[in-house]
């Protein structure tokens, strides 16, 4: 992963003497999303400052409508999943308004294929494939933390995350928006005719691409057991609750041993008190009635 320093591209003095950048420590720490070019390996990383990050899973169908039937008939054909990411890029510094401005240049050249020349004509070698990463929601989780754990405490101590940009999801990106806030956010005037935006907004759609097969099998295990986020939870016998007890079959008593108990424990508590529930209160409400 790259270094995160907000000067690494120079600095005013006064820039220098007023601040430290806490959000560069954060994300070194591995606080970042990250896109690789899959035909050059070529990788970019971003301050992790989402502000959307949905996820879509569609299950198409095939129907037929048959006569005599209040259904259609259904045939499963497959399941896609795809991402919107949104994330805005501020700056901090004018190096860091600049090194913005390069970095969202490097993901839409992503978009580009590879080339190759053959009989002086350009003819595509490879498709713009794309990996991306956020954090430990968007990686890809093929025997990622995967383990005989014996409590779930071990389930949640061991998962991780690695932050290569290699361990993205494989994908395609449908479509990219880059807003430059120039006149919400305002630009830093570098010079003459040369402005850097102080916000860059980066949203776009991705379709992802399943690198293995998903499914269950005859022993009722899915394929990939830690599928989508590389969670591993123990077996789901030993997550299930304990049964309840049986309930009492005979319940035409319950009423009688209730007020039994309630007499007593009254009595036992306010001895010659004359006080009563249950049965006996039953009783000499009747009994007054009665008079």
């Not at 806490?22 to 070194?28: F, H, I, L, P």
């Not at 259904?71 to 999943?81: A, E, L, N, S, V």
């Amino acid at each position: 992963m790259a270094f995160f320093n907000s000067f690494k591209y120079g600095a005013r003095l006064q820039e220098k003497n007023a601040f430290v950048d806490a959000t560069d420590v954060y994300a070194n720490a591995g606080m970042v999303i990250s896109l690789q070019h899959v035909p050059t390996g070529k990788a970019v990383y971003f301050k992790a400052f989402i502000t959307t990050f949905n996820e879509s899973y569609n299950s198409d169908w095939a129907s037929e409508s048959v006569y005599g039937r209040a259904d259609p008939i259904y045939m499963f054909k497959q399941t896609t999943r795809s991402l919107t990411l949104a994330f805005k890029i501020p700056a901090s510094t004018y190096g860091e308004a600049f090194e913005n401005l390069g970095k969202v240049q490097a993901i839409t050249q992503f978009l580009y294929p590879t080339y190759t020349n053959v009989n002086q004509a350009q003819t595509i070698s490879q498709s713009p494939l794309v990996r991306l990463k956020v954090m430990n929601l968007a990686q890809k989780t093929l025997d990622a933390n995967v383990g005989d754990f014996n409590s779930a405490e071990d389930c949640y101590n061991n998962y991780k995350s690695s932050v290569g940009a290699d361990n993205g999801l494989l994908g395609v990106i449908g479509n990219l928006v880059i807003n430059h806030n120039l006149v919400e956010q305002g630009v830093i005037e570098k010079g003459n005719n040369v402005v850097l935006p102080r916000v860059i907004d980066v949203n776009f759609t991705f379709n992802v691409i399943h690198e293995h097969a998903l499914g269950w099998d005859e022993e009722n295990k899915f394929s990939e057991r830690v599928f989508p986020y590389g969670v591993d939870l123990l077996n789901a016998e030993e997550q299930a609750p304990p049964p309840l007890p049986a309930p009492d079959k005979d319940t035409d008593n319950d009423q009688v041993k209730d007020d039994q108990e309630a007499d007593a424990s009254n009595m036992l508590a306010t001895p010659g008190a004359g006080t009563y529930t249950g049965t006996a209160q039953r009783q000499l409400d009747a009994d007054k009635i009665n008079a």
